[in-house]
């Protein structure tokens, strides 16, 4: 157990929907990554964020977006689904700004299912 | 852009040495990650590696670098059936830009 919680761990939803996901960090942890994982696509960067400020995008969407509250757990909203975006998504945390020692610690993920 | 290659399958037997590689083409990567996934659960840090090393050795598990030709290899000696799993190989460039980017993963398959 890695100490990242993600809920929900199942989300199963229609084309042009919206969903929301949520990701707790390790405790102590201020920064929070979201990963896409698909299987034509690998697993892929989408944002980061460091002590509830947007620290690094990667290949994120327009239709998605992310925040991070006070209490540092993040949600990643994504809006107007389309098939392809099923996918697990992994949130992550470290302690820092991320980077080299400061290693990255995954959650069990949130499978997401599009019909 | 940046890459990281992996193949995708390792067919190994019980007890053998498994070594699994992986190619990167960022010469800016400091740090370089293997992860292991197991069915229906998240990714595991195994061990890094820093770019200014050449190898790292943690109990069964040996990380093996050559920044000349950027090739990381991983080896995992006296594999045992709970090895079986997707080992990914990912690099950071360190200092801050903070996502990583991975392999697509090399699934590790144990011969009884």
């Known amino acids: 157990d890695s100490g990242v919680t993600q809920t929900p761990k199942h989300l199963i939803t229609a084309t042009g929907q919206r969903v929301t996901l949520r990701c707790s960090p390790r405790?102590?942890?201020?920064?929070v990554y979201w990963y896409q994982q698909s299987l034509d696509q690998g697993l892929q960067f989408l944002i980061q964020?460091?002590?509830?400020?947007?620290?690094a995008k990667g290949n994120i969407l327009e239709r998605f977006s992310a925040q991070q509250f006070p209490d540092l757990h993040s949600e990643l909203n994504l809006s107007s689904l389309e098939l392809g975006d099923s996918a697990l998504y992994f949130c992550?945390?470290?302690?820092?700004?991320?980077?080299?020692?400061?290693?990255?610690?995954f959650g069990p993920g949130t499978r997401l299912t599009v019909l | 852009g940046e890459d990281v290659e992996q193949s995708l399958f390792l067919s190994v037997r019980e007890g053998d040495s498994s070594v699994i590689n992986c190619t990167y083409t960022?010469?800016?990567?400091?740090?370089l990650y293997w992860y292991k996934q197991e069915p229906g659960a998240g990714l595991q840090l195994l061990t890094y590696?820093?770019?200014?090393?050449d190898m790292k050795q943690d109990q069964r598990l040996t990380v093996l670098l050559n920044k000349k030709d950027k090739h990381l290899s991983l080896r995992i000696a006296d594999t045992q059936t709970g090895d079986s799993a997707i080992y990914f190989c990912?690099?950071?460039?360190?200092?801050?830009?903070?996502?990583?980017?991975f392999g697509k993963g090399t699934h590790l398959i144990i011969q009884p």
């Open positions: 964020y460091y002590n509830g400020e947007e620290r």
């Open positions: 405790s102590g942890d201020l920064s």
């Open positions: 590696i820093f770019s200014n090393m």
């Open positions: 960022d010469s800016s990567s400091t740090y």
């Open positions: 990912a690099e950071g460039s360190g200092g801050g830009a903070d996502g990583l980017t």
């Open positions: 992550a945390s470290s302690v820092r700004t991320g980077g080299g020692t400061d290693t990255q610690y």
